[in-house]
């Protein structure tokens, strides 16, 4: 059922903003979400389709596997990520950084929700996918929150 409704939701999209978080979860298998992550990742493969993330999704990526010494699988993400077909890694500039202002003052975001963000706004996603609801406040894109597919 919530890979019906994840699918739904991915054909209603041209371009899709991407969390940190759908990558953490294909990359370590994560238990519970691992099949809805790579589905979405699967999606983004497809010609036609076009995901956004920004590049301060890579430094949450490789940060576990730096911390615990794992250079060669910090190697590894890097470059799966890196030259993944039809997702474009675009970093914060100040257009970004004042548009992520004004989503941390209008709805109370983290910062690194903010810029992912607006990243995907002015990038032109209509759909963010995330395991974080706090995505939910901007108005800009539609947004798909794992949990609620489970």
Not at 76 to 104: I, K, M, Q
């Amino acid at each position: 059922m919530g890979l019906a409704r994840l699918r739904t939701f991915l054909r209603d999209h041209r371009k899709i903003g991407i969390d940190t978080n759908i990558f953490i979860y294909a990359l370590e298998a994560h238990a519970t979400h691992v099949e809805l992550a790579c589905a979405v990742l699967e999606w983004v493969e497809q010609p036609n389709h076009a995901a956004v993330t920004s590049t301060l999704t890579m430094t949450e990526v490789l940060t576990r596997s730096y911390a615990v010494g794992a250079r060669r699988q910090a190697n590894e993400y890097y470059g799966l990520l890196s030259n993944y077909p039809h997702l474009d890694w675009v970093a914060p500039d100040v257009v970004t950084a004042d548009l992520a202002a004004r989503f941390r003052a209008q709805h109370r975001m983290r910062t690194p929700d903010a810029i992912q963000a607006a990243t995907a706004v002015l990038s032109g996603a209509t759909g963010f996918i995330s395991n974080d609801p706090v995505f939910r406040r901007v108005e800009a894109f539609e947004t798909m929150v794992l949990d609620d597919l489970l």
